[in-house]
């Protein structure tokens, strides 16, 4: 699986479009960018994922470069309930693992 | 559905004692795991199973075994704590191993565990 890296924290203010980078520059074809999200000490909370065409769902947007070397996630809104550690992962389906790095301290400030 | 359960939530063991992680999801699901998280790190996995009898091991499965005899539990146990496994630990569930929208995964609250 293709290794991420994500800056270790960020900060977004209340109402602002919260944009969150993800580094994947030895992603292959066949592998997937999946978000999960984790708030608190909770379980992590799938967000969103896309192969190479950007996404959108209720939650999240995805943008994924042409390159497919780096993705963004944008939380349109942020509010304060957004406060939380965002997980870039990419993957190959039916490998059966996540790999979870240390991912993206997002912290949402009224 | 009340998606994926664990028990107990905290839990402390003296060394060497055994004790089992329950988890359980209602969902009908497939595929379900098991990862621990030591503090600032992400999550490392240690067993899946892609179904009722079928387990495999994954990144960490040192000092723990699974068994999956339904589909809907996935105990975890430790055979003789350690404080090295002193983590919190969450149970994945997700419908199964083949689709990119069907391997998402459904996560529960967690068992922190304090090993001394």
């Known amino acids: 699986d293709a290794k991420t890296t994500q800056p270790p924290s960020m900060d977004c203010a209340e109402g602002r479009a919260a944009n969150l980078p993800c580094n994947h520059s030895t992603i292959s074809g066949n592998e997937y960018v999946y978000w999960y999200r984790q708030i608190h000490s909770q379980g992590p909370q799938y967000i969103i994922h896309g192969l190479k065409n950007n996404e959108t769902n209720e939650m999240a947007s995805l943008i994924i470069t042409e390159d497919r070397k780096s993705s963004t996630l944008i939380l349109p809104h942020a509010t304060l309930r957004d406060t939380a550690v965002y997980y870039c992962?990419?993957?190959?389906?039916?490998?059966?693992?996540?790999?979870f790095g240390t991912g993206t301290r997002l912290k949402v400030l009224a | 559905n009340a998606g994926v359960t664990q028990t107990p939530k905290f839990q402390v063991l003296k060394t060497g004692q055994s004790m089992t992680l329950q988890c359980a999801q209602d969902m009908n699901h497939e595929y379900m795991s098991w990862y621990r998280q030591d503090p600032g790190m992400g999550l490392r996995l240690i067993h899946y199973s892609v179904g009722a009898g079928i387990t495999d091991q994954g990144e960490v499965p040192n000092g723990y075994n699974v068994s999956r005899s339904t589909t809907e539990d996935f105990p975890l146990r430790l055979l003789s704590a350690a404080p090295s496994q002193t983590s919190v630990y969450f149970c994945?569930?997700?419908?199964?191993?083949?689709?990119?929208?069907?391997?998402?995964?459904?996560f529960g609250p967690g068992t922190r565990l304090l090993v001394l």
């Open positions: 994945a569930s997700s419908r199964s191993s083949q689709g990119a929208s069907r391997e998402t995964q459904y």
């Open positions: 992962i990419v993957r190959v389906i039916g490998t059966y693992k996540y790999i």
